[in-house]
């Protein structure tokens, strides 16, 4: 079954940094590019970042371009997200999700893990 | 890159049917467009992707067969039928754009199907 478990959430100031990290079982996780997907509070999904299968590749929306760096160690099959300069618009519940290849651009996900960005 | 637009809350009775619509923006008619389901406080589940051909590759993990899409023009369509209890859920739309640093992946702003 396959498994995408995220953690590292929490409060975080304005102008703070966090590192997101999204455990994967389930499958071989090497061989699957993987995406950050955000959602703020009842508003619609947003795509923060992509990597490719061995990290050598990756994708960043503008709006956190410069900002956070997503990364993977693949022998721990663990995606990672590390968020700096944090802001309030930055707020939000953050997905890891596995991409889908010609299936879709993403075919399993995980619960999420809330971000918030406040003083 | 394409922009999505859904309409934001839908209704069906149980046992009817819904069609929920996702429309591409302008000039991009050919694109193929992945529909999500999201359960309140879950992550979204893979449901299919459409194209103009209807359904491309196979849906996701247990949807049932209830569920169908069609693609026509710039419009994707998901119909569920006979629409059960737990098919309340936001509905997204999603669809890819470009390659490599340039990549983008945008969303609909998702539908509220409401199960009355």
């Known amino acids: 079954e396959v498994q995408l478990v995220e953690s590292g959430g929490g409060l975080v100031q304005p102008g703070g940094s966090l590192r997101l990290s999204c455990a994967a079982s389930?499958?071989?996780?090497?061989?699957?590019?993987m995406h950050w997907v955000r959602q703020a509070p009842g508003k619609g999904l947003v795509w923060v970042s992509r990597i490719n299968s061995d990290g050598s590749s990756t994708s960043y929306a503008d709006s956190v371009k410069g900002r956070f760096t997503i990364s993977r160690d693949n022998a721990k099959n663990t995606l990672y997200l590390q968020m700096n300069s944090l802001r309030a618009e930055d707020t939000a519940v953050y997905y890891c999700?596995?991409?889908?290849?010609?299936?879709?651009?993403?075919?399993?996900w995980g619960q999420g893990t809330l971000v918030t960005v406040s003083s | 890159q394409p922009v999505l637009t859904q309409p934001p809350s839908a209704s069906a009775s149980l046992g009817a049917s819904v069609t929920l619509t996702c429309t591409l923006s302008s000039g991009y008619s050919n694109y193929k467009v992945d529909w999500y389901q999201q359960r309140p406080g879950k992550g979204p589940r893979f449901v299919m992707r459409v194209g103009t051909g209807g359904i491309v590759g196979s849906k996701g993990d247990g949807i049932p067969d209830r569920f169908s899409v069609l693609g026509s023009g710039l419009n994707r369509y998901l119909t569920i039928k006979n629409i059960q209890e737990e098919d309340e859920s936001d509905y997204h739309c999603?669809?890819?754009?470009?390659?490599?640093?340039?990549?983008?992946?945008?969303f609909g702003g998702g539908t509220k199907l409401t199960v009355l």
């Open positions: 389930g499958f071989t996780f090497s061989s699957y590019w």
């Open positions: 999603g669809a890819d754009h470009g390659s490599g640093s340039n990549f983008v992946w945008v």
């Open positions: 999700a596995r991409d889908g290849g010609f299936k879709a651009n993403s075919d399993y």
